[in-house]
């Protein structure tokens, strides 16, 4: 983040050099422009390609260079604000809301998973699991797998709906039923499964930020939301300034 | 996330690895112990070197590993929940607070956090840099510079406190004068500066999570966070569950 006065700490020769390459993709490059080729660049700036490959990835972990397959290095946009806030007390799928269902399947949820859901079921036992996308611009840039135990939605039939997103609305709906005390959030890094990468675009095991929800009705956590955003385009926000309108 | 019924993508043979991996790391070892080297561990799991070695950086960027220099790669402790809602209305340094005032100097506000700020003032002047170490167990989880225009505290005088720990808590008992109407956040991903990466005994550009908080006051950014949390040992908690004491 700049330079400032406190910054008396010496920098690895990588970390120079990303400071000043920051600093050319904001004077000499415009977004989407493709940089120079390593040797090229090395060259310019006199370093080393393995130092000038490490200030690549940084910049990159930064988001302000993606790399594309068959592309090169290209200078990346500002990261899109994508709003994480629990001010509003709602169920995933109720009113308006930018997550696309596209499945619901029984899952057998992850052992951490289980240990928030509140579940007097045993271990290894499926529930539903209902798949989401969040899109922008017809860009997915959030995957989402929503663990629902069958006891949230005890009057759910398998009638009307038995697979695909019309399910996924029908778990969803009986979801809505039940009253919403609360929600938590964590947010934390982590690596791209491959089902997540392929409809986020990225490789599997990308770095990405994971939001854990936890919905609560009744005192107990009757869904958990596992939600992979892509953490080089997106930044997210959260917080009550809501009707203050101050632009990001 | 552990196997769902709904992976149907192809892995790639790390992925695979890791997979397997993280399920021996539960079941063969405990926190805390030295896993056999690369060597060893290739030929136990029947893979290339190069494939383990992609495999142990997804479960360390997952936080299931540590890798330190001079001991070797351990079985990481859970990740640490640190709360980083806004749900509470306060200035930074008012009230019970886990964050220790380190420093405070002029510091000229990287070009991010001067868009941010609503400032009269021309680009490259110094604001107030106030330097804090966010403190869990006598260790920093996060190192935080925060960006405070003369013009939000009007009334410090140099007299009493002209550097170090007090001026910074000056600089925030002036700041606490103001009337805070709303504050709000943002995740994302970024890399360790050389700065922080020392106070949180990490390396420069290791992945960290960058919290970024505006402070409003009568309609304006007053103030501007910048913290930075280990990606490794931190996950982030935000929420309104308040009360409802659900175990994490």
Redesign the interface.
């Known amino acids: 983040?700049?330079?400032?006065?406190?910054?008396?700490?010496?920098?690895?020769k990588?970390?120079h050099l990303?400071t000043v390459l920051g600093e050319a993709l904001?004077s000499d490059f415009s977004v989407g422009e493709i940089l120079p080729n390593e040797r090229e660049l090395a060259a310019r700036f006199g370093v080393a390609r393995a130092t000038l490959r490490?200030a690549l990835?940084?910049l990159e972990?930064?988001?302000r260079l993606q790399r594309r397959r068959g592309v090169g290095t290209t200078v990346a946009p500002p990261?899109m604000?994508v709003d994480v806030s629990?001010?509003q007390?709602q169920w995933p799928g109720a009113g308006e809301d930018a997550w696309q269902p596209v499945?619901c399947?029984?899952?057998?949820?992850?052992?951490?998973?289980a240990r928030l859901l509140d579940q007097d079921t045993g271990a290894g036992e499926t529930v539903h699991?209902v798949?989401r996308l969040r899109m922008t611009h017809s860009q997915a840039v959030a995957a989402e797998?929503l663990y629902i135990p069958s006891g949230s939605v005890p009057e759910l039939t398998a009638i009307d709906a038995p697979s695909g997103p019309a399910r996924a609305r029908s778990v969803l709906r009986e979801l809505q039923r039940l009253s919403l005390?609360?929600?938590?959030?964590?947010?934390?890094?982590?690596?791209a499964?491959?089902?997540d990468a392929?409809e986020l675009d990225r490789l599997?095991?990308a770095?990405v930020?994971v939001v854990t929800?936890?919905y609560?009705s009744g005192?107990r956590?009757v869904a958990v939301s596992?939600a992979t955003y892509r953490?080089?385009t997106?930044?997210?926000?959260?917080?009550?300034?809501?009707d203050?309108q101050?632009a990001s």
């Open positions: 983040m700049g330079t400032t006065q406190l910054e008396t700490v010496p920098e690895p990588y970390w990303k904001d490490q990835e940084q972990l930064e988001g990261r604000g629990t001010t007390h499945d399947a029984p899952v057998v949820p992850p052992a951490a998973v699991g798949r797998m005390e609360g929600q938590d959030r964590a947010v934390e890094l982590g690596s499964r491959a089902d392929k599997p095991g770095p930020l929800t936890r609560i005192g956590t596992v953490a080089d997106c930044r997210l926000t959260f917080g009550d300034a809501g203050l101050i």
